[in-house]
């Protein structure tokens, strides 16, 4: 993710890369979603984010887990995310749209409840999110470690079908693993484990999705 100090010339690359993106996205239906990892190899999770709201992540093995279409993911830590959506975008005629045809734009903690984010601008980019808090207001510190981009990945038909139903302003709760993928065709693609990281390349996370929730209102885990 960026914030509103990512110089200009950066900005207008990503807008080119946005709108020729745009248009790439709409060539093709989606791709067949074939994955199904077997869960009896995996590590527990935990069962909701931090008392604090962040998410909860810990390290796990580094298991290998085979995706679909010739791709292969490494976990790097469980997670478990809870937050309001605030962007969305589908992909379907990218690398890696056969295994995470969504990506979730997600705020969390002080940010989460329905009115925390009242006059932001929201914007999805090709595989990131662009947002800009209105002047003059008083924000939470760190206020901006608490939006982010993910890109999911989900491990069964049953999950992706749940994914691709949510839309802005859903409050969710996300289960799973941060990944590093590799594929034929791409360099390994690794999912960020920090929340302090936000930059246009390397700062999103990417989750291999193995449960999610739509919560019928924000619930605080205090």
């Known amino acids: 993710m960026f914030d509103d100090g990512t110089k200009i010339g950066v900005f207008a690359i ?7 993106g745009l248009s790439a996205d709409k060539l093709e239906p989606p791709a067949d979603l074939a994955t199904a990892v ?16 962040s998410p909860a992540q810990a390290r796990v093995p580094g298991i290998q887990v085979a995706l ?8 790097l830590a469980s997670y478990v995310l809870e937050g309001r959506v ?11 749209s056969p295994i995470s045809p969504l990506d979730l734009g997600i ?25 800009n808090p209105p002047k003059g207001v008083d924000l ?7 939006i982010t981009n993910n890109h999911l990945i989900p491990a069964t038909p049953a999950v992706n079908d749940v994914l691709m139903a949510i839309g802005i302003g859903s409050h969710v709760r996300i289960r799973g693993y941060l990944v590093s993928v590799t594929g034929d065709q791409i360099r390994p693609w690794r999912s960020s484990t920090r929340r302090d990281d936000g930059s246009l390349v390397g700062g999103c996370e990417i989750i291999l999705v193995t449960s999610v929730e739509v919560l019928t209102k924000y619930e605080t885990t205090t």
């Open 68 to 75: 679909s279409h010739g791709f292969g993911a490494k976990l």
């Open 107 to 131: 705020v969390w903690g002080d940010l989460a409840p329905s009115d925390a984010t009242n006059g932001f601008e929201f914007r999805t980019m090709h595989r990131a999110i662009w947002f």
């Open 38 to 53: 077997d869960h009896s190899q995996l590590p527990p999770l935990p069962l909701k984010a931090a008392p604090d709201g």
């Open 140 to 146: 939470p510190r760190q206020w901006d470690d608490q």
């Open 86 to 96: 605030v962007t969305r975008r589908e992909y379907r005629n990218d690398l890696t």
């Open 14 to 20: 990503v807008m080119a890369a946005w709108v020729f």
